[in-house]
């Protein structure tokens, strides 16, 4: 297997993932916001991509992958002799029971130094485990992550580990539905990168192709994913050619928890507005309190209260 390689050519990475053909793909199924019901969670509260939707951003970067070998999710546990257990994103093996090849996935938001110390134990634990080759892919929409993550790994002894990163500028912006049909994994992850930029309403036909053939399930989380990484101006072209139900609620469990965190601000605030219009004495104790709570059904029970009290101690008992 050569080294991975930047495929920053149109037809380069197009090229690169014909070499790898998936033996089997799942039907698509289309399905409207309106449409979609609550999933259930997802472990550790990370978007699980399938294994094919890994082997596309591999083939993409330049990776020789086994062909026509079936990709498959292993545990993505690293547990050693030592009471020590390190746990990544996921882990995708190529090449059956005895693979040909192991890969690391990292999702990463932010700089983290210890990374750098434990990314080296999930390549070598896997390397020992299936006695194959293994690599970590990171992704990540952060330039600066991406420059950090990027940088090689002295393990001593004349070893390195160069981690392969997945970011702005190393990946296609996928504008195109007919693309996004045939690579949906590569649309998707254009609009997790691209999504927030000026311009991004030319990515929204490729975005929608995308995240309603990879959502097999029909579980909504990559529309979810799709809506949430789009700027308004895009988010507003989506919902042109996708109705979208007002106060539309995400059902993939970290964005409906940040949706929710948003609303429950805004209703604490309520409570206060209220309580000092009404003149009603808040200690600072209290509006903390009210500040910090996060319950929806206790803040509209405080809202209620707040509208006809006439002390703190009628609101919040």
Partial sequence: ????????????????????????????????????????????????????????????????????????????????????????DMVVTFGGPDPDLAVVVEVQLGIDDDKRYTWPVYTAVLRSRFRCEALLLVITRDPAVASWAARPIELGNRGRMVPLVIGRGSMPRVTQVEIAARYPALAMLSVLLYGHEEGAEDLVPAAK??????????????????????????????????????????????????????????????????LDARKVAIPDDARARILSCTDLALLHGWLDRASVATSIEEVIT
């Fill in 209 to 274: 192709e995308a995240a309603l053939l990879l959502d097999t399930e029909g579980t909504g989380y990559y529309l979810d994913m799709a809506y949430a990484a789009l700027n308004q101006a895009a988010r507003r072209s989506l919902e042109a050619i996708m109705p979208i139900p007002a106060g539309y609620v995400y059902v993939f469990p970290p964005l409906r928890e940040a949706q929710e965190n948003g609303m429950a601000k805004g209703m604490a605030n309520a409570v206060l507005r209220v």
């Fill in 1 to 88: 297997m050569g080294l991975p390689v930047v495929a920053r050519h149109p037809v380069e990475w197009r090229t690169a993932i014909e070499k790898w053909r998936p033996p089997h793909r799942h039907n698509a199924r289309r399905r409207s916001f309106a449409s979609i019901p609550p999933g259930p969670p997802v472990a550790h509260g990370q978007a699980r991509a399938n294994p094919e939707s890994i082997a596309q951003l591999l083939a993409a970067r330049g990776v020789s992958l086994p062909a026509c070998s079936v990709p498959d999710e292993r545990r993505a546990e690293f547990t050693q002799a030592v009471p020590v257990e390190f746990r990544s």
